[in-house]
T-cell receptor
Framework: KNEVEQSPQNLTAQEGEFITINCSYS?????LHWLQQHPGGGIVSLFM???GKKKHGRLIATINIQEKHSSLHITASHPRDSAVYIC???????????????FGKGTHLIIQP | GAGVSQSPRYKVAKRGQDVALRCDPI?????LFWYQQALGQGPEFLTY????????KSGLPSDRFFAERPEGSVSTLKIQRTQQEDSAVYLC??????????????FGEGSWLTVV
């Protein structure tokens, strides 16, 4: 079982729809990252969360530490939002040289005009 | 440059060939990460440097994979005797200090390796 699970794997929606992408994890974490990957490979960091909620433009990210769950919401979705959205966690620090993200498989979002 | 730069962007290698992938992190960034992303999958951790020190190489899949960052800036990921299963996008990322300090992580565009 993957430590980070995302759902849905694929999502197609119409322009203007409210989008929700979910991420569940099974381990203790220090932080959770939401990332966006466009065709061609480049990944952009959208949010880094350790509690509560963050908003940036039409994007909202929430996290519930007790339930080990995070959601990424997109309001008034637009075709330019089409991308792969990846949830990644920073595991609780265990000492030594560890530092790195553990990724989900991503949610492939297509927004149709 | 302002971002993380990787080269080559695309590489086709014959099975058995050695390849070297280069990463130029953002200037001044202490932490540098290499990830491997197979088609349709999320990235998977390969190795992590803090300055020139390779603090974690637990993700390197075999002893054919080797990474270095001799002067604490540019890093090279070398794959010896490439095999078809090495075909993937190799992503480099950097952050100002470690991610446990709450720093943002910045990714390069990736090096797409196809082994034929």
């Amino acid at each position: 079982k993957n430590e980070v699970e995302q759902s849905p794997q694929n999502l197609t929606a119409q322009e203007g729809e409210f989008i929700t992408i979910n991420c569940s994890y099974s381990v203790g974490i220090s932080a959770l990252h939401w990332l966006q990957q466009h065709p061609g490979g480049g990944i952009v960091s959208l949010f880094m969360l350790s509690s509560g909620k963050k908003k940036h433009g039409r994007l909202i990210a929430t996290i519930n530490i007790q339930e080990k769950h995070s959601s990424l919401h997109i309001t008034a979705s637009h075709p330019r939002d089409s991308a792969v959205y990846i949830c990644a966690v920073l595991l609780q620090y265990s000492g030594g040289g560890a530092d790195g993200l553990t990724f989900g498989k991503g949610t492939h979002l297509i927004i149709q005009p | 440059g302002a971002g993380v730069s990787q080269s080559p962007r695309y590489k086709v290698a014959k099975r058995g060939q050695d390849v070297a992938l280069r990463c130029d992190p953002i200037s001044g960034h202490v932490s540098l990460f290499w990830y491997q992303q197979a088609l349709g999958q999320g990235p998977e951790f390969l190795t992590y440097f803090q300055n020139e020190a390779q603090l974690d190489k637990s993700g390197l899949p075999s002893d054919r994979f080797f990474a270095e960052r001799p002067e604490g800036s540019v890093s090279t990921l070398k794959i010896q005797r490439t095999q078809q299963e090495d075909s993937a996008v190799y992503l480099c990322a950097s952050s100002l200090v470690g991610l446990y300090s709450g720093n943002t992580i910045y990714f390069g565009e990736g090096s797409w390796l196809t082994v034929v």
